[in-house]
């Protein structure tokens, strides 16, 4: 489905399950048209959504925050103004928008009496024009799924899985590794 722009129609759908938990600890951002939230559009950019999910532990808190926060905090920072390319840009505004949310978040909990000790992993979606950017932390996955042409005229399309993250979990040797790099613990 094409909208007059020319740029397919961007749907988002979300179903959440609370599993064992006493409360959900989980939350998701859906916005196909993310530009009213936005103060300037780049030049030549006509369209902007964005797609969150956040998985908490420990609580709510984390999640909630994020949900509520790193969009809007994305909004505050997306480039705007005449640029020819607004990959790097975008993929700048993204890592300082984690990190931003990230430390406002930690400054709120640790002000807290007793302390917060919530966590939530994020795993975000920019769709700028045509142009897919994905963020994630933590082991929440974004995969993109999509129907390939049948090998035969006429025969079963098949379905074909990318994945479009990296999961961060201390149980693979690379990330722990990482942890330990900087100083943390496992």
Known sequence: V???????????????????????????????????CLAALPAHVRRVSY?????????????????????QILAKKFPSGEMDNVDKPLRRCLLDTFRQTDEDFLRKASSQKPAWKDGSTATCLLVVDDVA???NLGDSRAVLCRMEAPVEAGGPKKRATLALSKEHNPTIYEERMRIQRAGGTV
């Open 2 to 36: 094409c909208c007059a722009s020319g740029l397919p129609v961007l749907r988002g759908y979300v179903a959440a399950r609370r599993g064992e938990r006493d409360e959900m600890q989980d939350a998701h951002v859906l916005l196909p048209d993310m530009s009213g």
């Open 133 to 135: 950017y994905v963020a």
């Open 51 to 71: 797609f969150a999910v956040f998985d908490g532990h420990g609580g709510a808190r984390a999640s909630q925050f994020a949900a509520e926060n790193l969009h």
